[in-house]
C-alpha cells in the first residue's frame, strides 16, 4: 500500500491555539517523513521531516511526532498564527525509489486573527 | 545554493492547441526530476520523473508527455490539450547523491494553466 491518509481536510484555529494534522501509513518501507506548506498560488516548500529511528522533531513553533508501531506521524504548530494559513501536505519516502514521495491529500488550515 | 525556474508563469490557452512548459534546475548536477499537476483545492498528481537524460517515467496515463534534453531541464508537453488539462504544474527536483537528502523534493513557483 502506498497511500497516505491525511485528516482533517481543513482545520480552523485562533490565533494561539494549536494546530495538528495527523497522517497514517501502510507501507512498512517508508523511512522518511516530510512535511510541506503551500501558500495559494506557490509551490510546497518543505517545512519539516523526521526519520522513523525518533519519536519527536522540533524546529520552532512546528513539532512532528512520529509512533512508528501505529504508523503515524502528526503535525503540531504551536502558538499558531494568521501567517500560517496555507495547506499543509505530509508525505512519505521509502529509500532506494529514486521515483518519488507519497502525498497525503493535504489539509488547508485557516488561523483566525 | 539549488534553485529552480518554471515558465511561463500563467498560461492561458485554447483546447486543441498544443503545450510546452520549461523547467530549469541551477546549482545541482544530476538530478532527479518531477513534473506534478495540482488541481484547485486538490493534492499533488504525480505525471513524470526522470533519473537522468532521456529518461523518462511516466506515473499516469494522459494527455501529456515529458522530455529531458539537457540534465537540468525538464519539458512538460500536449500536442493537443484537452479541458481537463487546467491546472497547476509544478517541477521539483530531488539529489541523487544524498548532498541536499536524495529523498527531499524541492519545488518550483509553479505554472498557472488555463485551458478555455
Known amino acids: 500500500q502506498q497511500q497516505v491518509k491525511q485528516s482533517p481536510q481543513s482545520l480552523i484555529v485562533q490565533k494561539g491555539g494549536i494546530s495538528i494534522i495527523n497522517c497514517a501509513y501502510e507501507?512498512?518501507?517508508?523511512?522518511?517523513f516530510p512535511w510541506y506548506q503551500q501558500f495559494p498560488g506557490k509551490g510546497p516548500a518543505l517545512l519539516i521531516a523526521?526519520?522513523?529511528?525518533?519519536s519527536e522533531k522540533k524546529e520552532g513553533r512546528f513539532t512532528i511526532s512520529f509512533n512508528k508501531s501505529a504508523k503515524q506521524f502528526s503535525l503540531h504548530i504551536m502558538d499558531s498564527q494568521p501567517g500560517d494559513s496555507a495547506t499543509y501536505f505530509c508525505?512519505?519516502?521509502?529509500?532506494?525509489?529514486?521515483?518519488?514521495?507519497?502525498f497525503g491529500s493535504g489539509t488547508q488550515l485557516t488561523v483566525l486573527p | 545554493s539549488q534553485t529552480i525556474h518554471q515558465w511561463p508563469a500563467t498560461l492561458v490557452q485554447p483546447v486543441g492547441s498544443p503545450l510546452s512548459l520549461e523547467c530549469t534546475v541551477e546549482?545541482?548536477?544530476?538530478?532527479?526530476l518531477y513534473w506534478y499537476r495540482q488541481a484547485a483545492g486538490r493534492g499533488l498528481q504525480l505525471l513524470f520523473y526522470?533519473?537522468?537524460?532521456?529518461?523518462i517515467s511516466s506515473e499516469v496515463p494522459q494527455n501529456l508527455s515529458a522530455s529531458r534534453p539537457q540534465d537540468r531541464q525538464f519539458i512538460l508537453s500536449s500536442k493537443k490539450l484537452l479541458l481537463s488539462d487546467s491546472g497547476f504544474y509544478l517541477c521539483?527536483?530531488?539529489?541523487?547523491?544524498?548532498?541536499?537528502?536524495?529523498?527531499?523534493?524541492?519545488f518550483g513557483p509553479g505554472t498557472r494553466l488555463t485551458v478555455l
Open positions: 521539483a527536483w530531488s539529489d541523487q547523491y544524498g548532498r541536499a537528502g536524495s529523498d527531499t523534493q524541492y
Open positions: 507501507n512498512t518501507a517508508f523511512d522518511y
Open positions: 523526521i526519520r522513523p529511528d525518533v
Open positions: 508525505a512519505a519516502f521509502a529509500s532506494g525509489s529514486a521515483r518519488q514521495l507519497t
Open positions: 546549482g545541482t548536477s544530476n538530478p532527479n
Open positions: 526522470s533519473v537522468g537524460i532521456g529518461q
